[in-house]
């Protein structure tokens, strides 16, 4: 695990820890993919989530069969300080998307299917957007990703400006020195926190420090050990807090394929 951690903080405050999380693509959709994720999180009644399991895979199947355009791909926390929520994701929109999937819910009644076959089980839950940062993202798609670890930072007031200048030269950083590990930087729009990071594992054992700590990827970058720890310094302050969670794909709560 401290492998990226060091890429943002030698103290552990994990930037390199949103895309939540893997990009899909709209189903049907041949055009580039945008920057725009639809994300749902449910919270099951207690002692009830097989129940809400069983109905989510009902649903889920429906909405395939129904024409929903988006995908969902389902996860759950592994490791975090909230373990009893799901997570429903929906990535690689255009804003444009989201008019196409309104029209389509409303047509189709999604929220009273939804209501029907899932709602009894849910305690409450939350809805949220987030855009893609590419300009700070590596990103290589596999079909082996099992696990995500994702940090949400909540961004220190005026510190935006002193933020992007120390991330840029870590993307720098990683991106010259070709760092081999994935990392998706995106801005949550609705609930707490900024800044979403999200890194994908293929398995526990991925998630070993690496042989070369980035830290030295980033001193080369920058000319110094030193002036590497300036640059995470100036990245760490600021940042207020930072909540860090690893989810597990959950294939057979996501859209069936």
Request: net charge negative; charged share 25%; no cysteine.
């Amino acid at each position: 695990m401290q492998r990226l951690r060091t890429i943002v903080s030698r103290a552990g405050l994990a930037l390199f820890a949103l895309a939540l999380l893997m990009p899909v693509l709209a189903a049907g959709e041949e055009a580039a993919p945008g920057k725009v994720a639809d994300i749902w999180v449910f919270w099951p009644k207690a002692g009830q989530e097989a129940q809400f399991e069983t109905a989510v895979k009902e649903h889920v199947a429906w909405r395939k069969a129904s024409g929903d355009p988006f995908r969902w791909t389902a996860f759950v926390p592994v490791v975090g300080t909230d373990m009893t929520h799901y997570v429903f994701y929906s990535g690689g929109h255009h804003w444009k998307d989201l008019d196409t999937q309104d029209a389509w819910a409303k047509g189709a009644k999604a929220g009273a299917k939804f209501a029907e076959q899932v709602g009894r089980f849910v305690e409450r839950y939350e809805h949220e957007l987030s855009e893609l940062d590419d300009k700070h993202s590596r990103w290589k798609e596999s079909e082996e990703y099992r696990f995500f670890g994702r940090s949400v930072l909540q961004l220190r007031p005026g510190a935006y400006g002193e933020m992007l200048e120390a991330l840029g030269k870590v993307h720098k950083a990683a991106t010259d020195g070709d760092w081999p590990f994935s990392y998706s930087v995106s801005w949550k729009i609705g609930g707490e926190g900024g800044m979403a990071v999200v890194y994908p594992y293929k398995s526990w054992a991925d998630m070993a420090d690496p042989e070369t700590p980035f830290m030295k990827v980033l001193a080369s970058s920058v000319g110094s050990e030193e002036e590497a720890k300036k640059v995470m310094e100036q990245l760490n302050r600021s940042f207020e807090s930072s909540v860090y969670t690893i989810y597990e794909l959950r294939p057979d709560l996501s859209t069936p394929k």
